[in-house]
């Protein structure tokens, strides 16, 4: 229960013409007064949450706060604000207004529960800064564990500032209340007709298991012969009846019935008032997600999915909170929460399709904190499959995770963009084409290749010169295998000083790609590496000189076939057996020539 202080007559302001500071001043005078310190309250409020303490605006708007309520309070023990939920009222007159719920003053306070805030005398600009630095801090400190502000208030326990809360009204006896205190949503035309001491509160446990006791006495009844004549029904209407009392207390059929029921409060619902709702299930569909609960929530957000379908026109305010419901905003710590709840049962994999396609493409941000969060290789592939799914048009809000700090998330990131194919991912792959993981590297350069655009050849010459040798024959192979427009790249390379210093394997893996690429035009160079020599000794060792005979081969053509034929008695075996290798694929790639034309 929130801190708030009981009823007190003596606290209250002495009526006009009775003494007391009031008395003497125009009751005007008293609400521009407490008009002053709402505006500065909204001003410093909002400067603690956007610069950081030592900044000279905001200790400048926290002193003028001080200053202010310090006046005003030398003439009044206390200056209490009732919060609505645009507006601070004080003895019933708005005092200030602002329409942003993300405002702090009213926002904060008022969908946070509270709906009055107190400064009493005595308040001293120590409690007043902690005060407003607790305003900044409520969103950590909910990461932490904490509920909301209210709460947090009642925990700091400030001693000349006091609020109440939803919480107290719901928690309060009835003897504690002081009609002056219940806030408008909690009254009407039919509270004050409700005597609130004639009435036992029951627990929802003695009703929920006096209602099954209920539904069993009603199926005892008929299920028998005797109550079939004494109700005029047949034994078939029985057993319809029967069926369907068995399934009032299945989960399943609850959800189904509530689910109904919501659509169609949301459906009869003006704008402001469906608004209101779709933020509240938002909160409950967050909350309810990162304790584990599943089914329910992903149920509220399929629902506000099809709302447009169901609703026309579904109305401005509405649109809004179905957008910001359905883009899953949430901290990171949150979105860790949840992944691991998704994770932890294998059967969640199937709910986590259904949120993912529930969810608009702004959500995209939230489920790649999901996605780096997953430990288990089933559910990064599934997710990942589900991102390509979404994310078509959308490559801006997967660009940002390019640059994360966890080298897998960036790896699998780059994977999406590559599947998802858009042009438009090449210029965001080139942030990663330089990443200190070679894993990270190769997957981009992947994902590059499989973007069809301008720019993608220009990413891959670069990986040709990439410091891992892997990745290095991967491009070049790559390249090769696509276009004959990199054979110039490639045979610029091979003429360089720095590629005799490659080891063998790469040497020949860079030869071949050469020759896919070049093919008859390739046979030229490839022979005069193959013959070259230093004095009366060739220049490359065997093993080198055969796989440039393979290389040979993969080129092909009558110049290549006549190479090879004569090096068929060369004195080396390794040369011998290169030739014999090369000479059967030239055949083989002869003979599926007809097929292929066929």
Partial sequence: MSQHRPPNPSHAPPPAGHGGPESARPRSDGLTGAARVATVLA???????????????????????????????????????????????????????????????????????????????????????????????????????????????????????????????????????????????????????????????????????????AVRDLFAQVSSDEDTVRFHVSREEVEAIHAELSQENDPERRRHDFLRILAEVLRLSDDPERADTIEILHVQALRRLATGELSFPIDVLQLLHELPDQIDPLGNLSTVARARALSLGMQPAIATQIARHFESDPDAIGELARMVRAVQPSAIPTLCEMLGSFESATARRRLIDLLVEIGAGHVDLLQPFLEDQRWYLVRNVALILGEIGDEAAVESLRVAITHRDPRVRKEVAKAVGQCAAVGARALLVHVLHDPDSTLRRWAARTMAAESSAAAPLLRKILESKEFEERDAEEQADFWEAYAYAGRARAVTYLQEELEKKKLWRFIHSEPERAALCLAIGIAGGPVARRILQGLRKDRSADIRAAVEAALERMDAAVDETPRKAA
């Fill in 43 to 213: 001003k410093a409020a909002k400067s603690s949450r956007l610069y950081p303490s030592e900044h000279e605006l905001r200790r400048r708007f926290q002193e003028e706060l001080f200053q202010t309520l310090s006046s005003v309070l030398e003439h009044r023990p206390e200056v209490r604000f009732e919060i609505r939920k645009h507006e601070l009222r004080v003895d019933g007159h708005p005092v200030f207004d602002s329409e942003g719920r993300d405002e702090v003053i009213p926002g904060l306070l008022y969908w946070d529960g509270l709906r009055s805030l107190t400064f009493r005398a005595g308040l001293d600009a120590s409690e007043l800064d902690s005060f407003l630095q607790l305003l900044t801090d409520a969103d950590s400190l909910r990461e932490n564990g904490q509920d909301d502000l209210a709460t947090l208030l009642w925990d700091r326990g400030f001693p000349h500032i006091e609020h109440l809360a939803i919480d107290d009204l719901l928690g309060a006896e009835a003897a504690s209340f002081d009609m002056a205190d219940i806030p408008v949503e909690f009254t009407g035309t039919a509270f004050g007709e409700v005597d609130m001491e004639m009435h036992e509160i029951v627990d929802l446990a003695t009703l929920e298991r006096l209602g099954e006791q």
